[in-house]
């Protein structure tokens, strides 16, 4: 009888930190079912084996700031039947989408000795701007519970269950005090989607969205409560959604209200 074949997992890098790879390598003991359940067949961050393609699943960090980049994603899309987008780079940009409201070229010439070696684009973009994407992981870096769940959902042919809802959701089941109410606290909680396990406002810090923004999030009230109720001034207002997920649709169309 034929042995079954093992489905293959690529892992790829764009413009990121590796946090979110890391964030693979951080499961440890879960990590060996996983490398037990598939291939590991790309994953220059843990290995320099390299299987050829196409691959079942590819997970993908990073946003695309380059020309390479815009034509290496398009490489990995036609090689992967299922291509899953992990981290805030991967989904919005990242920290490196606040490029977008300035002049790169202006950049370029205050930093660099020689402007003219440097090739990048003048936007950071998701992966999805690019090419077909079957599933988006926010978070900065991603919740590995949620990325083994998200991995267990595609490897079975089901539908993940990642929560959909905002962070608010998560203070009230971990019985934190709402930061805004009680401190005067700034806090993208109520438009952020849920993941990081309520780590900021559990240490009396507002939320500064790493996860994105959740399904249909009224981020103009949000913004009005911040303005009119606690007295942040626009440039004040615009920073708040100006950060590691500025370049997240709702966050960007919000902070350019407020230029």
Sequence with gaps: MAKARKPKLAVWKFSSCDGCQLSLLDC???????????????????????LPGPYDVSLVEGSIT??????????????????????????TGGIQALRNFKDVDAFIGAVYAHPDFIDTLAKSTAIRDHVHVDFELSGCPINKEQLLEVLNAHLNGRKPNVPAHSQCIECKRAGTVCVMVSRGEPCLGPVTQAG?????????????????????????????????TQGLSQRQVRHQFRGITAGADAFRKESEAHD
């Design 28 to 50: 440890e003991d879960e990590l060996l079912a996983v490398a037990g359940s598939v291939d590991i067949a790309y994953f220059l961050e843990a290995t320099r084996a390299e």
């Design 66 to 91: 380059t020309p390479h980049d815009a034509e290496r994603i398009h490489k990995v899309r036609r090689q992967s039947k299922v291509l899953i987008t992990i981290g805030a780079c991967a989904t």
């Design 196 to 228: 990081c396990g309520n780590l900021c406002p559990a240490c009396g810090r507002g939320c500064f969205g790493c996860y994105g923004p959740k399904e249909t999030p009224n981020t103009t009230s949000l913004a009005a409560w911040l303005a009119n």
